[in-house]
């Protein structure tokens, strides 16, 4: 038999595997060997089982051993595995990465544990204080694994020295991964959950499950789970980050208890990786929990995968291979015959469009949870505000935080600060001045001398600030940005005895910072809660009656296509956080309260926006309407990049394909970097007819500026 083995060599000329032979037909796809490689002995896995050699005409090396008894990937793991190779233009060797821990793959074998046993009753001398620990632990039970005595504080050499004078003896044992069957605390669905969790078991198809902020999804997450674990079966729930999991994971914790769920996600050590890997692998997790990676654990039968938030732009890897979960999920679900659920309040414009025309089945929970009323939304607009020294914050929104904390309710208050580029904005007609080529905002830069100018970081247009306004030919013309370095100290000096938390990258570095936070706001020891984009996602806080956008146009002026639907759905999550319990409000500030996206989004119109955006997609040729590829170049970049687009033009014109291709810098690169964007039906069909040396090759891209 002839097999086909990916090994752990970095050599970029074997990356999609060597065949190899061997005459134990047991090996399976996914088996774990030991091959020979260039004179010495190399790991490696099996990727593909071929019945017979092709030709007699060179010479096949065989597998030098098996390591392991049981795949370190499953058939439908490997299907996705492939299928990320060809899809996403990487090697096999680099779609791996996302699947096994670093190597050595010996280091993923179940562990032995050391256990301990009492033989000599007597105590040790007074002075041996960790040895009479030991000993009175050891009276009454039977045997001790060295994690159980670690954790009263036994040290190695106190087992080692009591070990030589023979007080104890050891053995070694094989871990144990599988737990007790899980007892289920079975979810009680509302009459409108019923039917949504229903509706979705009627279909093979992948669901959006499209709920209302606080509709209850987790609840039909819950059953979905309770499902596949009663099956002999294993869940996967995504969510966009893993600072997510503290607001769901208690209620998993009580379904199915603590011990049957594992939490996977990027910031785990290389030996926490392995040890969760070890653990999922051999059973002994029915549930994972976790970010984008999560999708990737070992789990040895698939039953259901959820994703949670499915809009979020976070479930995009932008790091080889640049897989979306969205879409690996749902090939992952295909090949392993798993359910694969996508929930959320706003979803992306490529979901929606799937739905309309098909491909996912829409469910809908159109009310919230114990028929709670939305909150009422207001809209400020910024331009006719006088701010003094204290902007961001309208004299509307400074009183109603006064007004909860005389109420003693709680504040949400939301800053933008993913987007730090500017954009030009007539304040009479309320337009942004847009670029020709892309139809999107141009960014305001200035050059060494410091003058302004406009560039367009899509097609890499630049033009001069104008006078006037093109539309309405006004000359109120304006910069607009963030403003939001000191919002902080403003709350401070105007609040001085409110208690302030602060959600952010600096303040949110591991999952536990998240779950305090929390604690202290579901206590009430916080009375203002002002954050990034953490505070709008999911969070269930029954105090909090305010939730506000301090600059809802900072989205609004990057230059991409994609601004609209991001600060929709931002602005969308926002006001599903306050009312939850108790009447609600919500206050949108803007300079911009006209457009669609605020509109829309304050009258809770999110099928309206969607159906409104997908026309204006399908009209000017952005995603879902057309597949797009980006060509990041970091060496020489301008001139290759030229280069590329040149090509790529002359064989679209030749294939008849229709192709729309542009370059420019990247908005943050420094103008050190480029990229090319190709938009159309089938882009991809170019690639292999192009130089690709050292260009980073992004497939369905997130970003493109």
Same mark, same amino acid.
């Not at 790991?43 to 065989?62: A, H, L, P």
């Not at 536990?512 to 009430?524: D, T």
């Not at 009312?579 to 949108?588: C, H, L, Q, S, T």
């Given at each position: 038999?002839?097999?086909?083995?990916?090994?752990?060599?970095?050599?970029?000329?074997?990356?999609?595997?060597?065949?190899?032979?061997?005459?134990?037909?047991?090996?399976?796809?996914?088996?774990?060997?030991?091959?020979?490689?260039?004179?010495?002995?190399?790991?490696?896995?099996?990727?593909?089982?071929?019945?017979?050699?092709?030709?007699?005409?060179?010479?096949?090396?065989?597998?030098?051993?098996?390591?392991?008894?049981?795949?370190?990937?499953?058939?439908?793991?490997?299907?996705?595995?492939?299928?990320?190779?060809?899809?996403?233009?990487?090697?096999?060797?680099?779609?791996?990465?996302?699947?096994?821990?670093?190597?050595?793959?010996?280091?993923?074998?179940?562990?032995?544990?050391?256990?301990?046993?009492?033989?000599?009753?007597?105590?040790?001398?007074?002075?041996?204080?960790?040895?009479?620990?030991?000993?009175?632990?050891?009276?009454?039970?039977?045997?001790?694994?060295?994690?159980?005595?670690?954790?009263?504080?036994?040290?190695?050499?106190?087992?080692?020295?009591?070990?030589?004078?023979?007080?104890?003896?050891?053995?070694?044992?094989?871990?144990?991964?599988?737990?007790?069957?899980?007892?289920?605390?079975?979810?009680?669905?509302?009459?409108?959950?019923?039917?949504?969790?229903?509706?979705?078991?009627?279909?093979?198809?992948?669901?959006?499950?499209?709920?209302?902020?606080?509709?209850?999804?987790?609840?039909?997450?819950?059953?979905?789970?309770?499902?596949?674990?009663?099956?002999?079966?294993?869940?996967?729930?995504?969510?966009?980050?893993?600072?997510?999991?503290?607001?769901?994971?208690?209620?998993?914790?009580?379904?199915?208890?603590?011990?049957?769920?594992?939490?996977?996600?990027?910031?785990?050590?290389?030996?926490?990786?392995?040890?969760?890997?070890?653990?999922?692998?051999?059973?002994?997790?029915?549930?994972?929990?976790?970010?984008?990676?999560?999708?990737?654990?070992?789990?040895?039968?698939?039953?259901?995968?959820?994703?949670?938030?499915?809009?979020?732009?976070?479930?995009?890897?932008?790091?080889?291979?640049?897989?979306?979960?969205?879409?690996?999920?749902?090939?992952?679900?295909?090949?392993?015959?798993?359910?694969?659920?996508?929930?959320?309040?706003?979803?992306?414009?490529?979901?929606?469009?799937?739905?309309?025309?098909?491909?996912?089945?829409?469910?809908?929970?159109?009310?919230?949870?114990?028929?709670?009323?939305?909150?009422?939304?207001?809209?400020?607009?910024?331009?006719?505000?006088?701010?003094?020294?204290?902007?961001?914050?309208?004299?509307? +929104? *400074?009183? $109603?935080?006064? #007004?909860? =904390?005389?109420?003693? /309710?709680?504040?949400? @208050?939301? &800053?933008?600060?993913?987007?730090?580029?500017?954009?030009?904005?007539?304040?009479?007609?309320?337009?942004?001045?847009?670029?020709?080529?892309?139809?999107?905002?141009?960014?305001?830069?200035?050059?060494?001398?410091?003058?302004?100018?406009?560039?367009?970081?899509?097609?890499?247009?630049?033009?001069?600030?104008?006078?006037?306004?093109?539309?309405?030919?006004?000359?109120?013309?304006?910069?607009?940005?963030?403003?939001?370095?000191?919002?902080?100290?403003?709350?401070?000096?105007?609040?001085?005895?409110?208690? +302030? *938390?602060? $959600?952010?990258? #600096?303040? =949110?570095?591991?999952? /536990?910072?998240?779950? @305090?936070? &929390?604690?202290?706001?579901?206590?009430?020891?916080?009375?203002?809660?002002?954050?990034?984009?953490?505070?709008?996602?999911?969070?269930?806080?029954?105090?909090?009656?305010?939730?506000?956008?301090?600059?809802?146009?900072?989205?609004?002026?990057?230059?991409?296509?994609?601004?609209?639907?991001?600060?929709?759905?931002?602005?969308?999550?926002?006001?599903?956080?306050?009312?939850?319990?108790?009447?609600?409000?919500?206050?949108?500030?803007?300079?911009?309260?006209?457009?669609?996206?605020?509109?829309?989004?304050?009258?809770?119109?999110?099928?309206?926006?969607?159906?409104?955006?997908?026309?204006?997609?399908?009209?000017?040729?952005?995603?879902?309407?057309?597949?797009?590829?980006?060509?990041?170049?970091?060496?020489?970049?301008?001139?290759?990049?030229?280069?590329?687009?040149?090509?790529?033009?002359?064989?679209?014109?030749?294939?008849?394909?229709?192709?729309?291709?542009?370059?420019?810098?990247?908005?943050?690169?420094?103008?050190?970097?480029?990229?090319?964007?190709?938009?159309?039906?089938?882009?991809?069909?170019?690639?292999?007819?192009?130089?690709?040396?050292?260009?980073?090759?992004?497939?369905?891209?997130?970003?493109?500026?």
């Amino acid at each position: 038999m002839l097999y086909t083995v990916l090994t752990t060599s970095r050599s970029p000329g074997i990356s999609s595997g060597l065949t190899y032979e061997s005459k134990d037909e047991s090996i399976k796809e996914g088996t774990h060997v030991s091959v020979s490689l260039r004179n010495q002995l190399v790991e490696g896995i099996v990727i593909d089982v071929i019945k017979k050699k092709q030709s007699d005409t060179f010479d096949i090396k065989d597998i030098a051993e098996v390591l392991g008894n049981k795949p370190l990937l499953t058939k439908p793991q490997l299907q996705t595995l492939q299928w990320m190779s060809k899809y996403y233009f990487c090697s096999l060797r680099q779609a791996l990465r996302v699947w096994l821990p670093t190597p050595s793959w010996k280091n993923l074998a179940p562990k032995n544990e050391l256990y301990f046993k009492l033989i000599d009753h007597r105590l040790p001398p007074k002075r041996s204080f960790k040895q009479t620990l030991i000993v009175e632990y050891l009276k009454n039970i039977d045997w001790a694994s060295q994690k159980e005595l670690k954790d009263m504080g036994a040290e190695k050499s106190t087992l080692k020295t009591m070990l030589t004078k023979g007080r104890i003896t050891m053995e070694e044992r094989k871990v144990d991964y599988k737990t007790c069957k899980p007892v289920i605390e079975e979810p009680n669905l509302t009459k409108a959950q019923t039917q949504a969790y229903q509706l979705i078991n009627r279909s093979d198809k992948p669901s959006l499950l499209f709920g209302i902020t606080s509709s209850g999804k987790t609840e039909i997450y819950a059953q979905l789970i309770s499902d596949a674990v009663k099956k002999g079966k294993q869940a996967i729930l995504l969510v966009p980050e893993i600072l997510l999991t503290e607001h769901c994971i208690h209620r998993f914790e009580e379904l199915i208890g603590k011990e049957h769920i594992a939490v996977v996600h990027s910031r785990l050590t290389a030996g926490q990786r392995r040890k969760e890997w070890r653990r999922i692998h051999n059973g002994g997790a029915h549930l994972v929990i976790g970010s984008r990676s999560a999708l990737f654990a070992p789990v040895p039968n698939l039953g259901v995968v959820i994703i949670d938030e499915e809009h979020e732009w976070t479930y995009k890897n932008e790091q080889t291979p640049r897989y979306h979960a969205r879409e690996t999920a749902a090939k992952l679900c295909e090949f392993a015959k798993a359910k694969l659920i996508m929930g959320t309040a706003t979803p992306s414009v490529e979901s929606w469009a799937r739905a309309k025309f098909g491909e996912y089945q829409l469910v809908n929970l159109p009310e919230r949870y114990q028929n709670h009323p939305l909150p009422d939304v207001r809209v400020v607009d910024l331009t006719k505000v006088n701010f003094g020294k204290l902007y961001p914050f309208s004299p509307p +929104l *400074l009183n $109603a935080i006064e #007004d909860r =904390l005389k109420k003693g /309710e709680q504040s949400v @208050l939301f &800053l933008n600060r993913r987007g730090s580029a500017t954009s030009l904005m007539c304040f009479e007609c309320r337009r942004r001045i847009v670029s020709p080529e892309s139809n999107l905002p141009f960014t305001v830069h200035k050059d060494p001398q410091g003058k302004p100018y406009l560039l367009d970081h899509t097609s890499g247009i630049q033009a001069s600030v104008p006078v006037e306004c093109p539309a309405c030919k006004s000359t109120n013309l304006h910069a607009v940005g963030a403003g939001t370095q000191k919002i902080e100290d403003i709350l401070s000096k105007q609040f001085p005895n409110a208690r +302030l *938390l602060r $959600a952010d990258s #600096d303040t =949110l570095t591991h999952p /536990e910072h998240m779950r @305090l936070l &929390l604690k202290k706001m579901r206590e009430g020891h916080a009375d203002i809660l002002l954050g990034t984009q953490s505070v709008v996602k999911g969070l269930d806080l029954p105090n909090v009656t305010l939730a506000a956008v301090l600059i809802a146009d900072v989205g609004l002026s990057l230059p991409h296509f994609r601004a609209g639907e991001r600060i929709f759905q931002l602005l969308t999550q926002l006001t599903g956080r306050s009312g939850r319990a108790k009447p609600g409000e919500v206050i949108i500030q803007t300079f911009r309260p006209d457009s669609a996206e605020v509109k829309y989004a304050a009258n809770h119109q999110t099928k309206e926006f969607l159906n409104e955006e997908l026309k204006l997609r399908l009209h000017a040729g952005y995603p879902p309407a057309t597949n797009m590829i980006r060509l990041i170049i970091r060496e020489d970049a301008r001139t290759r990049a030229i280069q590329l687009v040149n090509k790529i033009k002359a064989i679209s014109n030749k294939d008849n394909l229709e192709l729309k291709v542009s370059s420019a810098p990247q908005m943050f690169g420094g103008g050190r970097s480029w990229h090319v964007l190709i938009r159309g039906v089938k882009p991809s069909s170019v690639l292999n007819k192009i130089d690709l040396k050292n260009v980073v090759v992004d497939i369905d891209p997130m970003e493109c500026v």
